[in-house]
């Protein structure tokens, strides 16, 4: 049959790339990035605060959650369903969210609607109503929300993952989004406050992607910061994060009857500015970022314990935490996660070799203008850079960075980065049913947590 060939096509080599260009500016006393991205209707305005959880005071953790929700709920001459037919009206599509180091909040809009999509964001931001009505609904859907995610086996594992790392006190001790119990202990005049202490203009940046050609950017950047009056006291305080150091431990969350185990196990680890980023996080995709990664493999292909397995470090603005997760059937909960630290602490020793790092290489930069197509990839990157004071190059210098990564680089993180010995095993599951074997595999004490703690 004609067309057919013999051989494999073999991969060439990169093709060159870089990141959008952007412009820095100040308008109106605010920090604006604008991102010209020829041929995309579509435009993404989008503001970026320092108000994430990170900044939440002690006690009032899910704070900026309430806050980002709240303030599409009603602000300067709307009501919340007027709101929402404004931002019909101007096809628009409202996009919001808290993480540890962000509040982020915007629209996508089509670009000739452009600056009526910033005077609505600016109601938002600066005039939200926060009445004490929508702000206990909002409160409170919240609330249920947390406690249907504390049911499921994934999010339960997280939140006590968080735990069982860091010491009772510090902020990534408990969910980013906060508990069901911090959440609903949550007075309006607590969550105005922080509104109030978290949106200002001196710590906030507007961020415009889309083809911009015919946009009056600086028409949209004064809607937003034209009068704009106030400022924090201070800069926001967190407080330095603080692992716990007890050596390697197994926590198990019982969950009678459950058929499955959700397995996680990791420790603490860098912030998202370590000297040794891109080779750690190369490393990390040998381990377990890859569907041929190591982890996926044992766990996956040759034991048939699971569906995938994972393994990743979440780098934030003060710290991070390596993990490793998986979700096996309950009869092979002890020997999955045995082979899962095995295949940790045999990174740590010997590293990784040269195909793989090739193989994560070459998967790595390919993905990258993958990773940044479209407007609102792009204000997202531009978002990380703000939050995490990154230059402006970054990303060109990221991906080359990926392409020149060496096996020695990589191999010094594994065994750097990654601390077998220190690992924290978490295992949401049938209790009854798995810790006699957990204790045999000699991964350290273990202990069992019920809903009542």
Not at 329 to 356: C, F, K
Request: with cysteine.
């Amino acid at each position: 049959m004609s067309g057919l060939v013999a051989d494999r096509p073999t991969p060439g080599p990169p093709r060159p790339w870089s990141f959008p260009k952007f412009e820095r500016r100040e308008v109106a006393g605010g920090r604006v990035i604008t991102c010209h991205l020829p041929g995309k209707p579509l435009a993404v305005i989008s503001l970026v605060a320092d108000a994430g959880a990170v900044t939440e005071p002690a006690g009032k953790e899910g704070v900026a959650e309430i806050v980002v929700r709240a303030l599409s709920e009603g602000a300067g001459p709307y009501d919340a369903y007027g709101f929402a037919v404004a931002g019909e009206r101007l096809g628009a599509t409202w996009r919001s969210h808290t993480d540890w180091d962000s509040l982020r909040c915007g629209f996508e809009v089509p670009v000739g609607d452009l600056v009526g999509a910033a005077e609505l964001l600016a109601a938002a931001v600066r005039e939200p109503h926060l009445d004490e009505p929508s702000l206990l609904r909002v409160r409170d859907e919240r609330v249920d929300e947390i406690r249907l995610d504390q049911s499921q086996p994934g999010p339960r594992a997280g939140a006590a993952f968080g735990s069982a790392v860091w010491a009772a006190g510090c902020r990534y001790a408990v969910p980013d989004g906060g508990t069901a119990e911090t959440v609903a202990a949550l007075p309006p005049d607590d969550i105005r406050a922080f509104h109030v202490g978290g949106l200002q203009p001196d710590a906030v940046t507007l961020i415009v992607v889309g083809d911009l050609d015919t946009v009056d950017t600086d028409a949209a950047a004064r809607a937003v910061f034209a009068g704009w009056i106030g400022g924090r006291a201070g800069t926001a305080t967190t407080v330095p994060p603080e692992p716990r150091v007890e050596g390697r431990r197994v926590v198990v969350v019982d969950r009678p009857g459950s058929v499955q185990s959700m397995l996680y196990a990791g420790h603490d680890g860098p912030n998202r500015r370590t000297p040794d980023y891109v080779p750690m996080t190369t490393m990390a995709l040998v381990l377990g970022g890859m569907f041929n990664s190591r982890l996926n493999y044992r766990l996956r292909e040759d034991k048939g314990y699971s569906y995938g397995a994972f393994g990743a470090f979440d780098t934030r603005r003060d710290a991070g935490v390596f993990l490793a997760r998986s979700a096996v059937q309950t009869e092979v909960t002890a020997p999955a996660l045995a082979d899962a630290v095995a295949e940790i602490r045999t990174m740590h020793d010997g590293g990784a070799t040269a195909a793989e790092l090739e193989q994560a290489r070459s998967y790595r930069a390919g993905v990258f203008p993958i990773n940044f197509a479209g407007p609102g990839a792009v204000a997202a990157g531009l978002a990380d850079l703000v939050v995490h004071d990154l230059p402006d190059d970054h990303y060109d210098r990221l991906r080359q960075e990926v392409l020149d990564v060496d096996l020695d680089a990589v191999n010094a993180a594994a065994a750097t980065r990654l601390r077998p010995d220190d690992l924290v095993a978490v295992v949401v599951g049938d209790a009854s049913a798995v810790v006699d074997e957990l204790r045999e595999t000699g991964l350290g004490p273990v202990e069992v947590l019920t809903d009542e703690g």
